[in-house]
């Protein structure tokens, strides 16, 4: 069974541009949640989608968006890009919720200049 | 527990000891757990799980303890690798959203 898929894997922006990374998830699994990686802030909780609805979302501001297909494979998309913003995205799968046997993906390295 | 992303325990073992990561939750109420592996450049990936209603769970080469009671987590990986050096991190869920510790760095001494 494939992994969780990211793409891009790696990607430069300048600030103020907007970005759209996308998820695809394990076959099957129907949940799919997005965190914010950062040496200073640890692993932080963006939301969560489960059948093309936003189930719980975490302390962002509202330049972080994100959307479920009917297919449950996932895009966020960050407006306005500020230097902040670099850090590894990461996108998890789970068959269920509350979210069980979260999966993470290789992550999207976004840098800001 | 909670993220606070300040600093990053570390720990180093000789290859072929045994090794413990330890972690410290904070929300009693949270009633599911997993330990996750991170190595530089990759995701996190899913190492074991356990429930509130269990105290111990075994893998391979892997044991979970949690003692509720001071909510706190253990995983315990036995004859460590050098395979296994990498940051370990636990996550708590309350059935609304997993919050991950800070995590531990483990170093295996060849």
């Known amino acids: 069974k494939a992994g969780v898929t990211q793409t891009p894997r790696y990607l430069i922006k300048t600030r103020g541009q907007q970005v759209t990374l996308s998820c695809s998830p394990i076959s099957g699994h129907r949940s799919v949640s997005w965190y914010q990686q950062t040496p200073g802030q640890g692993l932080q909780f963006l939301f969560e989608y489960f059948s093309e609805t936003q189930r719980n979302k975490g302390n962002f501001p509202g330049r972080f968006s994100g959307r479920q297909f009917s297919n449950s494979r996932s895009e966020m998309n960050v407006s306005t890009l500020e230097l902040g913003d670099s850090a590894l995205y990461l996108c998890?799968?789970?068959?269920?919720?509350?979210?069980?046997?979260?999966?993470f993906g290789q992550g999207t390295r976004l840098t800001v200049v | 527990g909670e993220s606070v992303g300040l600093h990053l325990p570390t720990l180093s073992v000789q290859e072929g000891d045994n090794s413990i990561i330890n972690c410290a939750y904070s929300n009693s109420a949270s009633d599911y757990f997993i330990w996750y592996k991170q190595e530089s450049g990759k995701g996190p990936q899913f190492i074991i799980d356990i429930r509130s209603n269990m105290d111990k769970r075994q893998g391979q080469r892997v044991t979970v303890l949690l003692n509720k009671t001071v909510k706190h987590l253990s995983l315990q990986i036995a004859a460590t690798q050098p395979g296994d050096s990498a940051v370990y991190f636990c996550a708590e869920n309350t059935g609304n959203q997993f919050y991950f510790g800070t995590g531990t760095s483990l170093t295996v001494i060849p």
């Open positions: 998890a799968s789970s068959p269920r919720v509350p979210q069980t046997e979260a999966f």
